[in-house]
């Protein structure tokens, strides 16, 4: 496995606790490292399931130094993945949309990495807390600023996607029909 950069941040409304992104960080004397991200919420998981992050992480990395690629630019998780994970002691199950993507760390892991896992567990001494669905890190109502979308009456039909807020007010006219764009969600 690579040497990386370990970054922490906050993972937004992305649903991961973490990532590897090869070749992202230049050291002094010109070379290319990887980077690992770590969700900042995800510290309140404990150190197991961290370390199954790290885990996880690695065996991008280790694919990456094997010149595997293991995932598609939908981050499907292929057969190169399953078999890092598996050596590194993850459990590795399949799902639907993204592959051998679902990891866990498994008992015989925890034992062959238990020094990490301990010292992980003594530096974890604050964990950052998710603000809850539909609201902002001060606890505000969060604008949804999802695009919503409607169709008109021309044949082909015409569609187009704006601001929920959009199809509340006065009603947008297709140039084609003349007809009002009618949201189909």
């Known amino acids: 496995m690579p040497d990386a950069v370990v970054t922490m941040g906050t993972r937004h409304r992305r649903p991961v606790w973490a990532h590897f992104w090869a070749q992202q960080w230049n ?7 990887p980077e690992v991200w770590i969700a900042a919420e995800g510290l309140a998981r404990g150190a197991d399931d961290v370390m199954g992050s790290l885990l996880h992480e690695a065996a991008h990395g280790r694919c990456s130094t094997r010149g595997e690629k293991d ?4 981050q ?7 078999d890092s994970a598996q050596v590194l002691g993850l459990s590795v199950e399949r799902s639907e949309r993204k592959g051998y993507s679902v990891t866990s760390i498994t008992d015989i892991a925890r034992q062959r990495y238990r020094e990490q896992i301990a010292a992980l567990d003594a530096a974890i001494r604050a964990e950052r807390t998710i603000p809850p669905s539909g609201t902002t890190a001060t606890g505000e109502k969060r604008r949804n600023t999802n695009y919503r979308p ?3 009456q021309c044949r082909p039909v015409r569609t187009l996607r704006a601001a929920a807020g959009t199809w509340e007010g006065p009603p947008v ?9 009618v949201m189909t969600s």
Request: with cysteine; proline share 3%.
């Open 71 to 74: 995932c598609n630019d939908a």
């Open 27 to 33: 050291l002094a004397g010109g070379e290319k490292v």
């Open 76 to 82: 499907y998780h292929n057969k190169f993945f399953r």
């Open 150 to 152: 409607a169709s008109c």
């Open 173 to 181: 006219i297709c140039g084609g029909c003349n007809k009002p764009f």
